[in-house]
């Protein structure tokens, strides 16, 4: 049975979910854009902060939840990938585009390199629209390629970030998923 999903006047939800190695570190064609790119809303000015600790360790709490569950050990909250996170939902933000690219990178990997974090692999979970945490992370959990993510055994850090696009509704996340290597 289909299970139905009502967001009012948004059109759906719009969250994508990619499993990236630490090899895709090539920077992002100029121009080249993904299928699974979501224009959710316009580009502009967007309202970018850093993440509290607060917020990460809860998130953390949250995802390990769901991984202790399966029997899997808990994740660390990590807040340079924190700090990628939300860089990466700020830039998503500011083109009002939900995409796994970004305007410099091709990844959640190459992000967490510049900043000197060494991965053996990283995820990234995406997400965009009304959502606060509880509902982003609800809806990551329900969704079979976002809990893929969040359930990949060899990851111990974690860290998530937000941002508000130019409408001033649309919440763009991030969430990597990463180990070190």
Not at 23 to 50: E, I, L
Request: hydrophobic share 45%; with cysteine.
């Amino acid at each position: 049975m289909a299970r139905m999903i009502d967001f009012g006047q948004w059109t759906g939800i719009l969250a994508t979910a990619v499993l990236v190695t630490a090899c895709a570190s090539a920077p992002a064609q100029k121009g080249a854009r993904d299928p699974h790119d979501v224009q959710a809303a316009p580009p502009g000015r967007a309202a970018c902060a850093s993440p509290s600790a607060a917020e990460v360790q809860a998130a953390a709490q949250a995802t390990n939840a769901s991984r202790l569950s399966r029997g899997l050990p808990p994740v660390r909250a990590n807040m340079l990938l924190a700090e990628v996170a939300a860089q990466h939902a700020c830039d998503m933000a500011r083109r009002g585009l939900m995409s796994h690219r970004g305007s410099r990178t091709s990844g959640p990997g190459a992000r967490v390199k510049a900043r000197g974090y060494a991965p053996r692999l990283t995820a990234e979970n995406i997400a965009a629209g009304p959502f606060d945490l509880q509902r982003v992370l609800h809806e990551w959990n329900v969704s079979s390629g976002h809990l893929d993510n969040i359930t990949i055994p060899q990851v111990r850090d974690f860290g998530i970030g937000h941002a508000v696009g130019s409408d001033g509704r649309t919440r763009f996340w991030a969430a990597i998923y990463a180990a070190p290597g």
